[in-house]
């Protein structure tokens, strides 16, 4: 797999299968999340190459520290419902901007991060680890609370 950037654009001497990189209408000195841009290989094993766009690492990593912040020891005194909703609203937000291109992995790995941590901060509210509802799943109870699946 090739190598990936999030700097500059690439020039028009670049040639195809060459890494290229940069924001879309944006510079390096704004504070908005950045998207990666990787030539990768044809997914049916042809000679040909695309173009894959995905959310940097840098904005998978602020989006974990935003879900870390929302369901940290903090905000164990808020209902579980008023922190979903909460969630949600972030999730919401996140998945709408960067539904470009192809962020099919970083949105399971988000959903995930975020079903883990609400789980962690159901086990923290109480000194007694939290007892789901008998034959239900975490995943489960998370849906029936109304926590987003990205």
């Not at 291109?101 to 680890?129: C, E, V, W």
Request: with cysteine; proline share 6%.
């Amino acid at each position: 797999m090739d190598k990936q950037h999030t700097g500059g654009m690439a020039g028009a001497d670049d040639q195809p299968g060459k890494d290229i990189g940069g924001a879309i209408g944006q510079n390096r000195q704004s504070g908005l999340p950045r998207f990666t841009f990787r030539y990768d290989r044809d997914l049916h094993g042809r000679g040909n190459r695309y173009l894959n766009v995905s959310p940097s690492k840098k904005a998978l990593s602020k989006a974990r520290e935003a879900i870390r912040e929302k369901t940290g020891p903090s905000k164990c005194f808020k209902p579980s419902p008023e922190i979903v909703k909460d969630l949600n609203a972030f999730l919401r937000g996140w998945c709408a901007y960067f539904n470009f291109g192809y962020p099919r992995k970083a949105f399971r790995d988000l959903g995930h991060y975020a079903r883990s941590r609400m789980i962690t901060h159901l086990n923290r509210r109480s000194q007694r680890k939290y007892q789901r509802p008998k034959d239900m799943t975490h995943y489960r109870y998370l849906q029936q609370l109304g926590l987003l699946r990205p």
